[in-house]
């Protein structure tokens, strides 16, 4: 389809080549029961991936100290920001009923983002698997043994290359390089220079690009192809990295009760999810969705110059679009972000389980850190705002309302959940610098 039919066909394609803020409620979504064949991947895959984390737990609590509290699981806290939702709903002159929650994975343990999830799970599998096939260990271990030389040995021998916006890079290099993998990152050119420095503190290799994630990913796959000892992490078709992401289902599930929060056909949950090519936010939804069924509503949020999977979705073109395609540059301040192309296989798995899709601009992320700082202390990066103004859009859309046929009773009983997916690790001057450009 050419450029013409295809805004034609699909209006809101013009909106997003216009870098208008859209929302969009996707009409086709379904019941977890008739999606779930559609996925792929089932309740018990992320049951298998929940289990291999706890059998890593007493390897992640030695290797870095700072999970040993909560006994090796890389978890992040979950907090009320009271303030932050007053706040929003005078600035849009919008209320927000019922409770408005912040999801730390900003500052999860070992590399500082929503990866820390995703990334690691897919090293240790891959760890996990050589050292079973190579007869170091058994599944009963005490995964410490992971620390003796002959597992280091084997592990050395070994490469691991991914392409990079930058987060993604910084687990899967931190967590290859403690195993004692030789790993390489290919990092695009939206990639800040403390995450490059700080990979290579840890002797990790990087590779820069002038260009974008894309071709990032692109020559890592390329480079690991022709080494068949080297072992390419592909954010674009990863279940592995998926499966990783969607154990935060049941962990939220569990904060859940233990904060005595309900969700259920009277007390529904909306997330926001920040969205690059779509692991992370797939993966947590699946997660959700397996532990809150209908009752929890998912919506994708987007920079406006890089609206990669609300374009995929929309036309039902999922990978073979990009923003570039029409003209939209990918260029955005939210590097965690600044993903021309969706992943295919997250698109076409999720598509019927995500309820929304929203973009925004890089100035209002920016604006909206700024308030986060000033009204809760809480400092983020940029991509970690996109998913703020969700609770707003959604409060304002009463035709998606109306459809969810929720009463003003079990509107004021909501949790609106946003998912802050990075930040803890950003240097003082770097946060000073985003927080100079914020609008009061
Ligand atoms: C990677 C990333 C995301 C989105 O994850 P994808 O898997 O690329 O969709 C969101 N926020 C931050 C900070 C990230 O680093």
Known sequence: MNRSDLIGRYPLVQQLIDLEPICWFNPAVTSLTEALPHVGLTREDVADASARLRRFAPYLAEAFPETAGAGGLIESELVAIPRMQSALAQ??????????????????????????????????????????????????????????????????????????????????????????????????????????????????????????????????RKAAESDPHCFFIDDENSSTLFLGYAVAGERVKAQFDQMGIRVDAKHPLFVYLPCGVGGGPGGVAFGLKL?????????????????CMVLGVHTGLHDAIAVQDLGIDNLTAADGLAVGRPSGFVGRAMERLID????????????????????????????????MPGPIRVCADRRYLERLALSPDTLANATHLVWATGGGMVPAEEMAKYLAQANA
């Not at 403390?194 to 260009?211: F, M, S």
């Not at 069924?293 to 920079?303: R, S």
């Open 356 to 387: 929304g899709y929203l973009t925004l601009e890089d100035q209002q992320m920016i604006d909206l850190l700024g308030l986060l700082d000033r009204t809760e202390g809480i400092q983020l990066e940029p991509s970690a705002l996109a998913g």
């Open 91 to 220: 600035q849009f002159s919008q209320p927000i009923p019922g409770r408005l929650l912040l999801k730390k994975d900003s500052h999860l343990p070992i590399s500082g983002s929503i990866k820390a999830r995703g990334g690691i799970y897919e090293v240790l599998t891959h760890a996990e698997a050589l050292a079973l096939d190579a007869g170091l260990i058994t599944h009963q271990d005490d995964y410490r043994i992971l620390f003796n030389e002959n597992c280091r040995a084997l592990f050395s021998q070994r490469r691991i290359a991914v392409g990079s916006t930058g987060n993604l890079g910084m687990s899967i290099g931190i967590i290859s390089a403690k195993l004692g993998f030789d790993v390489t990152v290919h990092m695009s050119a939206d990639a800040r220079e403390w995450k490059k420095a700080k990979l290579r503190a840890h002797g990790v290799n990087v590779v820069e690009y002038d260009q974008d994630y894309g071709v990032a990913v692109e020559e890592g």
């Open 291 to 307: 532990a809150f069924g209908d009752h929890v509503h998912c919506l994708f949020a987007e920079p406006t110059h890089s609206p």
